[in-house]
């Protein structure tokens, strides 16, 4: 089987997706308007075909007219590649590419703001959207309010396809580097304002000046275009012997920071937080999760029943919530119940299957 991924291959998820269905024997080629930040992609069974040096900005409308070029350089692609099928990850930049090729069949992936923010920008960004899901042969969403979001626009069905983990892999361990006296807090995720990076700051500065009697260390861990401005804020509460800020780290290293935070925070302002890797991730691993109501959250944490759910933009209940867990301690049996949510639902080797079962179907038509 051969699957043409248009995917940022900057993108830990595209990363997944690829190296897992090349281990399964597919072969695997990429097209992307992205540049990886290191060569994951050095395996037998992928080919990336197209890659630029520098990032394309396919959240401006004006380069989305620009990009249309690229739908002759991806045709050439398909003709050199023969891939039996064509995926886009996004429905608005590589899902309009895509869609402008012809080929069939063609699977479009929805992932977040693409359905959330895109099509609400203008009547014209709307009917975009709409040519792009109209064109796929299937439509798939890593979860179930993200694919109410897609039914707003088409009449067709979407797949609920879900982002797992290796359960192998994110799972309790010791960490070597961590010291029994310090409480380690922080999030794994790419350190932008959309996912309250602002309020994690500020309820570290709540959490601080309570518990003066306790050691703390809280770490952003992830990529972020502007993580000076971050380093600065933190400079400037007086925070900065309390916080680590990582930057982008191999993905093959997230494990090992799951297991060193003693509470995880997923607190994104937003709804375009569909789905919710990090959390399934450190649900996986047993910890105490902390997220905000946005509905993919909820979703993924069990309306409640795997970790504390606080408010959007709310430093003082996310310091709540970290007080309560400091006061009453981690339910080491929410913990493996949470694991074990992961394992029914969220599992990486399932979800993985689902995908090639989807493609056989394909093929099969």
Not at 5 to 18: G, I, M, R, V
Not at 265 to 277: A, C
Request: contains cysteine; positive net charge.
């Amino acid at each position: 089987m051969k699957i043409l991924l248009l995917s940022d291959t900057y993108s830990e998820h595209t990363e997944k997706w690829a190296l897992g269905l090349a281990d399964k024997g597919i072969h695997v080629g990429l097209f992307s308007f992205n540049k990886a930040s290191y060569e994951w992609h050095l395996h037998p069974n992928i080919t990336v075909y197209f890659e630029p040096d520098s990032k394309i900005d396919a959240d401006s409308f004006l380069t989305k007219v620009a990009y249309i070029k690229y739908v002759s350089i991806l045709k050439k692609i398909i003709k050199q590649f023969k891939p039996d099928i064509l995926h886009a990850h996004y429905a608005t930049s590589y899902g309009l590419i895509g869609a402008l090729t012809g080929f069939k069949p063609f699977v479009l992936s929805v992932w977040g703001s693409d359905v959330y923010s895109f099509p609400k920008k203008s009547k014209l960004h709307k009917k975009i959207f709409q040519y792009n899901l109209k064109k796929a042969s299937v439509l798939l969403s890593t979860s179930n309010v993200m694919k109410e979001e897609v039914q707003l626009y088409t009449k067709k069905d979407v797949i609920v396809t879900p982002f797992g983990v290796d359960t192998d892999l994110f799972k309790p361990q010791q960490h070597q580097d961590k010291d029994p006296s310090i409480t380690y807090i922080g999030t794994i995720k790419p350190i932008e304002e959309k996912y309250g990076i602002i309020y994690i700051i500020d309820a570290a500065d709540i959490i601080i000046k309570k518990y003066t009697d306790k050691k703390f260390k809280f770490y952003l861990v992830g990529p972020g275009n502007d993580l000076n401005h971050y380093h600065q804020l933190i400079e400037q509460k007086g925070l900065k012997d309390y916080f680590v800020v990582t930057g982008r780290i191999p993905f093959s290293q997230v494990q090992h920071y799951h297991n060193l935070l003693d509470i995880f925070l997923n607190v994104s302002i937003d709804d375009s937080e569909s789905f919710g890797v990090a959390v399934v991730e450190a649900m996986a691993c047993e910890k105490p999760v902390i997220v905000t109501d946005a509905k993919g959250l909820v979703e993924v944490v069990g309306n409640g029943d795997f970790a504390k759910i606080v408010p959007k933009k709310n430093a003082q209940e996310i310091a709540n919530a970290i007080a309560d867990i400091l006061n009453f301690g981690a339910n080491t049996e929410i913990g493996k119940k949470a694991r074990q949510h992961v394992l029914q639902h969220y599992d990486w080797k399932n979800n993985l299957q689902l995908m090639i079962t989807i493609y056989n179907q394909l093929i099969k038509k």
